[in-house]
């Protein structure tokens, strides 16, 4: 019999990841992902069932909002590609 684990390594993409896919796929702790949500900084996990799912285009999204070293967001970053005109 073929486990989950299995065919999910099989599939090229995948929508809904567990808390400790979705912490790794962030290249977070469970633990610092775990406390983001809490704070409303990363989405809570849609449920199916029993099972809390996260959903990876909210993942993408919720990352791409968070601040910027130096403070810029992505609208105000500077436009690499703007000397070479």
């Keep these: ?3 989950k684990a299995e065919i999910s390594a099989l599939l ?3 929508r809904g990841f567990s808390e ?3 912490a790794g ?3 977070l702790s469970p633990s610092f992902f775990r406390q983001l949500v809490i704070a409303n900084k990363m989405p809570r996990p849609r449920l199916i069932g029993a099972r809390r799912v996260f959903d990876i285009q909210e993942l993408d999204a919720a990352f791409k909002a968070m601040p910027r070293e130096g403070g810029e967001t992505e609208d105000e970053a500077p436009d690499s590609m703007a000397d070479w005109k």
Excluded: F, K, N, V
Aim: charged fraction near 15%; charge should be neutral; hydrophobic fraction near 40%.
């Design 25 to 27: 796929y962030l290249s």
């Design 12 to 14: 090229p993409i995948r």
């Design 1 to 3: 019999m073929t486990t």
């Design 20 to 22: 400790m896919e979705a």
